[in-house]
């Protein structure tokens, strides 16, 4: 992952980008053409991300790009520069954050766990022993990952990012509804298709740590007005960004919600360099 050290004040136009099916192909690579339209326009703009994705997966994915802006990780819940200097951080209390889990429980439920160890700004990823089938397939994708660790009885941690539930939509909207009735505003709510695997998957957060929130710190810590904006996205936590940018664009693979939530709807698939292509007009 390079970075540009152009100070980011001499640049007024700033391109944020989800990560899975919006920028990433479908097998989570990105095309040499992305590669050479990407790092040439961030000669002359600001280019970032904003993803469900933690820092070191950006960094894996990403590691070509060259990025200037601050990069809005765990859909919102942390951002930091490219150098991973943590510029905001969003995080859900352990009493709170138990009190989802015990409630997940009761309909036979047990979540993922994203939290921040505090020693070194990495992430870490505690899974429950009692797993779903969507949960196994989501383990198995990340079986080789350092981050990732049993934790019996599954509980929130100190510093939590993030509580994930992964199953079935009607599981699931019967558990998100339960919850909204339980703590209301006091938490983010975000529930979407998992397209990886098939299934569903609801994501608690901090009720700041959502992306809408994260585009106006970003452009508040970089001076820019939010209207020199343009964001893109595909899924059901962006539409949260497309409402408070100067201007959203969805990739054509993007669900029918988003489509109707954005400025512009692109011809082009993730598959086919959707936001590559859209990039290439400034250049």
């Known amino acids: 992952m390079q970075t540009n050290t152009t100070t980011l004040k001499e640049k007024r136009q700033l391109f944020i ?10 097998n989570q690579s990105i095309s040499n053409f992305t590669t050479t339209v990407w790092n040439s326009l961030s000669l002359n703009a600001l280019l970032g991300v904003a993803t469900a994705r933690s820092f070191h997966k950006v ?12 990069l809005i990780l765990l859909d919102g819940a942390m951002i930091t520069t490219p150098k991973k200097e943590i510029i905001a951080l969003y995080t859900i209390d352990k009493a709170l954050g138990d009190s989802v889990i015990e409630q997940g429980v009761k309909l036979g439920i047990y979540p993922f766990v994203v939290g921040l160890n505090k020693d070194n700004f990495n992430e870490i990823f505690w899974y429950p022993k009692i797993c779903n089938e969507h949960q196994k397939c989501v383990l198995d994708g990340y079986k080789n990952d350092p981050r990732l660790a049993l934790k019996n009885p599954i509980e929130a941690m100190e510093s939590t990012l993030k509580i994930v539930y ?16 339980q703590f209301a505003n006091t938490l983010e709510y975000k529930l979407s298709p998992e397209k990886y695997y098939n299934g569903w998957f609801l994501t608690i957060l901090h009720p700041m740590g959502d992306k809408s929130h994260a585009i106006k710190t970003v452009a508040s810590y970089i001076d ?12 059901i936590n962006d539409i949260g960004m497309f409402g ?12 029918d ?13 993730n598959d086919q ?10 250049l």
Do not use: M, W
Request: proline share 4%; net charge negative.
């Open 273 to 282: 360099d959707g936001v590559a292509h859209y990039l290439a007009r400034f």
């Open 244 to 255: 408070c940018a100067g201007k959203s664009v969805a990739v054509a693979n993007a669900l």
């Open 166 to 181: 992964f199953g079935s939509y009607e599981l699931l909207s019967v558990l998100t509804k339960h919850l909204k009735a």
């Open 257 to 269: 919600e988003v489509k109707e939530a954005a400025s512009e709807v692109l011809p082009h698939t």
């Open 224 to 235: 820019l007005p939010i209207e020199n904006i343009t964001v893109f996205g595909d899924s």
């Open 17 to 26: 980008t989800d990560l899975d099916h919006t920028l990433l192909k479908s």
């Open 59 to 70: 960094q894996e994915f990403l590691q070509n790009l060259r990025l200037n802006s601050p």
